[in-house]
């Protein structure tokens, strides 16, 4: 896990890009809750995610190990992908993204905007995954993993901002896609010595490491089909797995309609737009609503990378049953 130094540099470096996020207790969304509740906007970023920390952290310290690389490639549902891409645009580095048929069409077109070759491949981010590890065997590019120690750096400056300008959280609900997020809010919480327990939350359709802390094992599922395509995982990462199981105090999952339904309270209580896997975290606070009462928490808004019609879809209002 990366220490308190080694974030701080990581922060250093994300910061020449964007400036810290804000925080905000939002008075509705804290009375829906029954708590105060302190949401960390990473849906306020450049690339409308918290993945873009990681891609500057990641490729900055590529670039200084091996200057003569050339190209990149990575498999994503999105967010990840854009980060890579406007951080190898910003190094000069030809950045080739791959993502399974039928992904966000704004998301790709996000991608290809930050200059980024998009390849189409696969069913699901598993087999893109696997296609674009090929592609890199096959064109002498460096791959970059969906986790790895200096994504996780990266990562960790937004819980850095967070821990440092709210005290005394109780608890933070993070969503868990290949497990940056969650590990580098574990990473935050240790290097600064606090107490805060860290909760992560997934989608009950892509549900690998919920089945996986729970066997104390990687645990692969066939199917990852959910809203939240950023957590659309079937195979975990085992390092992650083992810092989650470390450092995490408990996995959550959330149902669909849960996730819907923080969507539609996001947008109504602080009017920021969630992605799904960006709402996932007040899913998982609003399960355990009873629990956290009276408490001081944090959820995580991971990103706002929704496309329209599915976005319009999930706050228009549900059809009265035939009949009623």
Known sequence: ??????IERSAELVHRVLPPTPQYCWPLLSARAGAEIWVKHENHTPVGAFKIRGGLAYLSALREREPGVAGIVTATRGNHGQSVALAAHRLGLAATIVVPYGNS???????????????????????????????????RLHFVRSFDAKLVAGVASYALELFRAVADLDTVYVPIGMGSGICGTIAA????????????VVAANAPAYALSVEAGRPVSTNRADTLADGLACRVPDAEALARIIKGAERIIRVEEEEIRAAMRHLFTDTHNVAEGAGAVALAGLLQEKERMAGKRVAIILSGGNVDRELFAAVLAPTPPAPGG
Do not use: C, S
Not at 190 to 195: F, I
């Open 105 to 139: 069409r704004e998301k790709n077109a996000a991608m290809r905007g930050f200059g980024a070759e998009l390849v189409e491949a696969g069913h699901d981010f598993q087999a893109a995954y696997e296609h674009a590890e090929a592609l890199a065997a096959e064109r």
């Open 189 to 200: 919480r240790d290097a600064l010595g606090l107490g805060t327990k860290v909760v992560g």
């Open 1 to 6: 896990m990366p220490n308190l130094a080694e």
